[in-house]
């Protein structure tokens, strides 16, 4: 008994929050990923590496769904469960390690990237027998609005987390702070100063849908220099908890689900209009209800100064 606690603590520990984690993650994926993690750092494995293999992984699986044959299809999915066994496992290891990074958080979200553009690939191969070329036009479609729901889930995140762990148990960025960063760096290889210059036009890309919530945060900024007081930190966090269900289903496992399911019911071009109708509706409510109640923050934070 005493021994599961300990290991319960030791997996929580590594959770960035219970507000933000699905229910597949916590009673599936984060355990795996934290066994895996242990091994890595006990072997010494530097999470990154850990990264490139899940992106691997990812890569080997996606193309098992360019093939017809059940059984293919299903190796894929294992493999695709592999890789987010180590995608958890990479973060935790950071976490444990102390080792977590700007460049790490990057390479975590590029090798999302990998595994979905592998994955589309190998089913636009599939389909054009029956597709010809439009079914590129769809997978190309349906890969910039996929890259626009991860973008916006992994953002609203980490507002979240900000807001009740504050900076130390958030990675929320703001690309002023990061341009200034990489106008003053002139050390480094090339790669770390293109990895910067990345990470700058991520999180732009990220903020443009965002407005709001930046206007939102100067306020505070202005308004409470030193820290933001905890009456705030509850009322955000009670509005914003209710839309964290919906970032988890824009990230890996509903995606994952309903891949699977069009796989195995062999009409893989249905998961390319999940992604275009559904997902995109969950994207659409979940930027409108933000910037909404960011919106009205801002306006109750200015009647007060004023």
Known sequence: MKKDRKLCAGIEATLKSTDTEEFIDIHFYRPAGYFWALLFRRLGVHPNVVTFASMLIGAMAGACFYFTELWINVAGMLLLVWANAYDSADGQLARMTGQAS???????????????????????????????LWIWLLGAVTGFFHGRQAAMADYYRNVHLFFIKGEAGSELADSQTLRAHCERKNAGGFFSRFSDRMYYSYTKGQEAWAVRFLELRAVLARKYPADIPEWFRAEFRAKSLPLMKYTNMLSFNTRALVLCLSLLLNVPWAYFAFELTVLNVLLAYMVVTHERFCKSFVARLSAETS
């Open 102 to 132: 700007p460049l790490g958080r990057m390479l975590d979200g590029f090798c999302g990237d990998v595994w979905f553009v592998c994955i589309y690939a190998a089913i636009c191969f599939r389909l054009m027998p029956q597709w010809d």
